[in-house]
């Protein structure tokens, strides 16, 4: 078993703390969701964590072992909120590279890639773009894998497909996953934390969202 | 035993790097193919300036345009398609070996090219 930990993390933009008390852990075999009101850093945490945000301190680490950025090696993946894949290159060429021997079969059988694997990125819609490249960051060899905003723009009924996917992926991977359709992620979280002031808050009740402000409490 | 251990070891190394070095040049050609359009016109580009500028089109003054060419469709591919980079780094790659890659089969497709020429 693996354990992600990311503790002291201090991030400013323009003199502005943005974080400043941050601790998270997130073991293989659980999903932890993030949730927090627009602009209090859960997407720069996640880009700070997969190592393409540079922050004013951070600490990273894998069963204790401290990394630089967590893509080096494969040890974390990420799926940003906007399309990655990029474009002019098949679908298989991509999935090949992305996608871990051990859930190769898993992911070739698939119908999206089973219908869309000769194809160039540029000849799928929006929303099979958005599920192929979820599936293959969920399939990835990384241990940790983080979901910036994965049910935006997604039906109910990809949702709850997607949602049955991070379970099952889940059991031998660790995923932390954010997004403001709330339900969502606490249907699929077995532990929740919000950023509330910069800093990371334990969720142990329904009562804490509104307690730190990000519901209403008329929810 | 002790030597049988360290050719084991010695081998081990060899697979992982030999896998390593196959899906790094994969991934290279992938981020190549990205840039072919940039890089082809900015270094017609770069060669037409070296030419107004009197500079007589020798092998140093032509693997001058072409790294200005390549570094000029590495930025402007950076500015446009900055969202892609996440593919490769998804891979484990850092951006810096894919660059190094391509600039690699940058130089192996422009010496094949002049060698056909010369010939």
Redesign the interface.
Known sequence: MFKLTVDSVDLEFNGRKILQDIYLECSTGEVVGLLGRNGCGKSSLLRIIFGTLTPVHKYLSINKQVLDKGYYKNRVAYLPQHNYLPKGIRVSGLAKMLVASEYWHEFSNLDIYLDHQHKKTEQLSGGELQQLGMLMILYNRADFVLLDEPFTHVTPIQADYFKGIIKTVSKHKGIIVTDHQYRNIIDVSDRLIVIANGCTKPVTSPDDLVTYNYLSGNN | MVLANNNQCFYLLLIVNVKYLK?LS??SL?FY??LFWYNVAFTIVALIVLQFGAIPINAVSFAIAKLAGYLIAVGLHYYN?K?????F????Y?MRWIFIGALFTDILVYSIIALICLN
Not at chain 2, 83 to 87: C, E, I, R, S, T
Request: proline share 0%; charged share 20%.
């Open positions: 899906r994969i991934l992938q193919k990205l398609s969202n892609h980079y996440f593919y780094r998804n891979t484990g850092s």
